[in-house]
């Protein structure tokens, strides 16, 4: 059974809608024992100058966030082993890459989520980004972008929902499949098991085609060249998701031949059974 969500949010986040604290105790009563929130951080979105529904969005206060969840740490902890995390959005301009880094090394976060959202000068969770591009242009300049962003300057623990682009696709047939893009997916995959980082199971998938991202067929590729590290993300951004799936994803996972999940803890990683 997977005990360990790790990619959830807070009202902390711009996109957040639920308290921090009720997240904590939805944790709880749905049985985790491990917790993760890992609030986001898009300074790309800063620098470009991006706007959600016509107006930017609201930056994260890491000041106040750390404060809030060092706090509850020490109040929960006899309950859940609750993790202070943060997600990085990537950006390839260095005075952003360097701004992230800054505050990996301010608030030394216990883990950090390595994020693709932003592509070809778009975040490409909206529909508008696959105006007048082809699926095949549209997703390999999403997976080019990631493949980009495992050589980070910043430390990162998690590649985070690998398939991301196609979330909201306006495609007929949305799903990112490994025999359609396997080039860049192995480069991806051979990259990551080489970093050593772990790939990300997200279950929330919107209208992508799959229960969960990555699917069944980029995991089993991901197995069969040699990776191991595994973490599960609900991405829950208020309390009626947290652990989503995590049956459905466990059960996957040990069909595939993976036998425990990773949890990124201040530069080590701990297993936990499936």
């Not at 016509?54 to 109040?75: M, V």
């Not at 859940?80 to 890459?97: K, M, V």
């Not at 067929?217 to 590290?229: A, E, F, M, P, S």
């Amino acid at each position: 059974m997977i005990t360990a969500d790790i990619h959830t949010h807070t009202t902390f986040s711009e996109d957040g809608r639920s308290d921090i604290r009720d997240m904590v105790e939805t944790a709880i009563l749905e049985g985790l024992q491990t917790y993760g929130i890992s609030e986001h951080l898009n300074y790309e979105y800063e620098r470009l100058h991006l706007k959600i529904k016509g107006k930017e969005p609201r930056p994260t206060d890491e000041k106040a966030y750390f404060s809030c969840i060092h706090k509850l740490q020490k109040e929960y902890k006899n309950r859940i082993f609750l993790l202070a995390g943060l997600e990085f959005g990537f950006d390839h301009h260095s005075r952003t890459q360097e701004r992230y880094c800054r505050t990996a090394e301010q608030y030394k976060p216990d883990f950090i989520i390595n994020s693709i959202h932003v592509c070809l000068g778009r975040d490409c969770y909206f529909p508008d980004f696959f105006e007048r591009k082809s699926k095949e242009y549209a997703y390999n300049a999403y997976l080019y972008r990631v493949l980009e962003s495992l050589d980070a300057a910043y430390p990162y623990d998690i590649v985070a929902h690998l398939g991301y682009c196609s979330r909201n696709a306006i495609y007929p047939d949305p799903k990112l499949r490994y025999e359609d893009f396997s080039d860049v997916l192995d480069e991806i995959l051979k990259r990551i098991i080489a970093k050593g980082k772990i790939l990300e199971v997200n279950t929330s998938a919107k209208t992508a085609g799959s229960p969960f991202l990555p699917d069944t067929d980029i995991l089993t590729r991901y197995y069969q060249l040699g990776g191991r590290y595994i973490s599960f993300a609900s991405d829950a951004h208020d309390v009626t998701r947290v652990g989503e799936k995590r049956e459905l994803v466990c059960q996957a996972l040990k069909s595939i031949g993976f036998t425990d999940l990773t949890v990124p803890y201040r530069g080590k990683y701990l297993l936990q059974k499936l």
